[in-house]
């Protein structure tokens, strides 16, 4: 669970509430252009139109203000929404969801937040950590709680589903997100998308269909 900074808060009003957003607003249009190093609290308060003053009202520091956009990431993230109904065919879903994952992973912008995250994880590997177990890890025991359950009702032949769930993912991934989060790439389409996706869930399929008895 991704810890909590509200100590560092005044309470929350509607007014704190829109003012905390357009800190957050801000400072991820600094971290994405400008990485954290480059980033400074100036450059912060310029951005989200508030005073120096207070954006420490809000944030103690620079590292404080990065974990609270990481989180806000996670949470942003943690809405999308895939349709891993246990009773949906398996061939249907996978596709659905393999292809919502994708274009989120690789959506204009999408990549940012994650450049941003890998640079400083070696420094700051709670914000790693947390940014993996929160935005990463999450997706794939969601899937891999669907496969579990297709495994009960005889569709699917998986010992290990958190081990298939991340096969998949990363099949999905493949010739799209490191083109595109390393920026050789632009973001794919829809259409290149749906390719790779579709190659993914014959993979997973020929791999762990459940054989006739």
């Not at 929404?81 to 969801?97: C, G, H, Q, S, W």
Request: one cysteine or more.
């Amino acid at each position: 669970m991704v810890a909590s900074i509200s100590n560092n808060l005044p309470p929350f009003g509607e007014e704190d509430s829109s003012k905390r957003r357009q800190i957050l607003d801000g400072a991820r249009e600094v971290f994405m252009d400008l990485g954290f190093d480059g980033a400074s609290m100036n450059e912060i308060a310029r951005a989200a139109g508030v005073s120096k003053g207070t954006l420490y009202v809000y944030f103690a520091d620079k590292s404080r203000l990065f974990e609270a956009m990481v989180e806000d990431e996670a949470l942003e993230k943690g809405k999308i929404a895939y349709n891993l109904d246990p009773k949906r065919d398996v061939e249907t879903t996978l596709r659905e969801f393999g292809r919502t994952y994708i274009g989120t992973m690789c959506r204009p912008g999408g990549g940012s937040s994650i450049r941003t995250v890998m640079a400083i994880a070696e420094r700051m590997p709670d914000v790693g950590r947390r940014f993996y177990e929160n935005v990463l890890a999450k997706n794939i025991d969601r899937l891999a709680e669907y496969l579990q359950a297709r495994v009960g009702s005889d569709d699917l032949d998986i010992d290990d589903c958190t081990l298939a769930a991340a096969q998949f993912m990363q099949m999905c991934q493949a010739t799209l997100f490191l083109p595109f989060v390393f920026q050789a790439e632009p973001a794919p389409s829809a259409e290149r998308i749906a390719r790779v996706v579709d190659s993914a869930t014959r993979i997973l399929l020929a791999t762990y269909r459940a054989k006739p008895q």
